[in-house]
């Protein structure tokens, strides 16, 4: 189930990327964010909870929490028109962890 929302991170990168081309409405895009942020969000809880005390598997799923906090900053920030300068911070923080999930 946690791959399947690879997919939508994927879908949710292209749309922003177009949002940033001026391709796509940012109502439509702070939607979409939302809803894929949500949903990333509520996935890695589900995981966690079913594990039976696998602590591999919510090492694993705690990983999924960066990709639906991140969606949930841009499209809140996006709604609330915030200055988005703590995204790149945020962004950051996230790579590092990355890094720390890949080895």
Do not use: E
Request: hydrophobic share 55%; no cysteine.
């Amino acid at each position: 189930m946690d791959k399947v929302g690879l997919l939508f991170v994927g879908a949710a990168l292209f749309i922003n990327g177009l949002m940033l081309l001026g391709k796509v409405d940012q109502k439509s895009v702070i939607v979409f964010n939302l809803f894929i942020g949500s949903i990333k969000v509520m996935t890695p809880f589900d995981l966690i909870f079913t594990s039976t005390g696998d602590s591999w598997m919510i090492f694993n799923a705690s990983g999924i929490f960066l990709f639906g906090l991140t969606y949930l900053y841009v499209g809140i920030s996006n709604l609330k028109n915030f200055n988005s300068s703590g995204l790149g911070w945020y962004s950051l923080s996230v790579a590092i962890l990355a890094l720390g999930y890949s080895i």
